[in-house]
């Protein structure tokens, strides 16, 4: 009787010991995303310039599901979607015009799983409609 108390014991302290250490790492790794000029040592002036970077925002090209503005649908795609849904990042052009990946006018994560269906090669092309046809085939 006296083992199993011991081995009940010793589990439970073990196990308030795991729990204790891991708000320790979480709140260790609670940090800002965007760290302050005072945190980088970055430096910013107000004069200098780069003769190689144009002002202008390049504006993105129409490719359905490329909501990064990479050139490419990858899984990438899905996690910037996810993201902006979230509201952890920006919209961006990119997402306004080739958000709409399953064609039902919303842009929700079912968008999101139109963009990793054809990341896995379920769907062929996109955009789609909500029950799986390619949104260019007229069906009767």
Known sequence: MNKKLLLCTASVLLVMLL????????????????????????????DQTDSTESTEPSSPVKLVGDVDGSGAIDINDA??????????????????????????????????????????????KLPVTLDGYYAEIIRP
């Open 19 to 46: 729990a204790m250490s891991s708000l320790f790492i979480v709140s260790a790794a609670d940090v800002s995303d965007n760290p302050t000029a005072e945190e980088t040592g970055a430096t910013f002036s107000s």
């Open 79 to 124: 996690t910037a979607y996810q993201l902006t849904l979230a509201g952890r990042q920006t919209v961006t052009p990119a997402f306004e015009l080739n958000g709409n990946t399953v064609t039902d006018g919303k842009k929700n994560i079912i968008d999101v799983t139109g963009i990793q269906c054809y990341v896995a090669k379920v769907f062929k």
